[in-house]
């Protein structure tokens, strides 16, 4: 049973730039959540897709786009790389009708912004 | 508004010695409440839960913590540290039904032979 799996695991951006990050979630789940991981920092909250709709979001600018497709998998896109936006980027998933709020995260895929 | 407070940044212990991390947290409903770890370079693993029931809840890797509802905390522990639990531990917290985590700042363990 493979696990939340993310790509890529790294890349090196310029600011200005974009990039797309991808999730597929853990078997058997419906919801994929993304958090934002600073260096030294705890994980922060971006925003949550459920049925291919954003369902909650985090206090990040619009800059932090996403989507969800039929099979559940996701993107982040981040348009007009910041310095600030270097991080690990995590993925979770989960499903909507587990009861237990237990989220299980990809390795992330870390972000350097130059 | 949820938050997690973590005291301590580093924790450093001996190997065999007592691990004790600590967590608080802020809420204005009763909470779910989660550890996980991360290893380097790597995602974050559950460790333990409690959402409901016993407040004594136990873990993976001899790891339990404590639900106290009148100290608002959720303190973890260990009897006795191996040096495969160097890591940093973070503290989250969620409304119940939500699925929405909120996290501390995190802890590094640190364990020396």
């Known amino acids: 049973d493979a696990g939340v799996t993310q790509s890529p695991t790294h890349l090196i951006k310029t600011r200005g730039q974009q990039v797309t990050l991808r999730c597929s979630p853990k078997?058997?789940?419906?919801?994929v959540s993304w958090y934002q991981q600073a260096l030294g920092q705890g994980p922060q909250f971006i925003f949550q897709?459920?049925?291919?709709?954003?369902?909650q979001r985090g206090n990040f600018p619009d800059r932090f786009s996403g989507h969800q497709f039929p099979n559940y998998s996701s993107e982040l896109n981040v348009n007009a790389l910041l310095l600030g936006d270097s991080a690990l980027y995590l993925c979770?998933?989960?499903?909507?009708?587990?009861?237990?709020?237990?989220?299980?995260f990809g390795e992330g895929s870390r972000l350097t912004v130059l | 508004a949820q938050s997690v407070t973590q005291l301590g940044s580093h924790v450093s212990v001996s190997e065999g010695a007592l691990v004790l991390l600590r967590c608080n947290y802020s809420?204005?409903?009763?909470?779910?409440l989660f550890w996980y770890v991360q290893y380097p370079n790597q995602g974050l693993q559950l460790l333990l839960k409690?959402?409901?029931?016993?407040?004594l809840v136990k873990g993976i890797n001899g790891f339990e913590a404590e639900f106290k509802k009148s100290e608002t905390s959720f303190h973890l522990t260990k009897p006795s540290a191996h040096m495969s639990d160097a890591a940093e531990y973070f503290c989250a917290v969620s409304d119940r039904g939500i699925q929405k985590l909120v996290f501390g700042t995190g802890t590094r363990l640190l364990v020396s032979p």
């Open positions: 409690y959402t409901t029931g016993a407040t």
């Open positions: 809420s204005s409903v009763p909470p779910y």
């Open positions: 897709y459920y049925e291919e709709e954003e369902r």
């Open positions: 078997s058997g789940h419906d919801t």
């Open positions: 979770a998933s989960s499903s909507i009708g587990g009861n237990t709020g237990e989220l299980f």
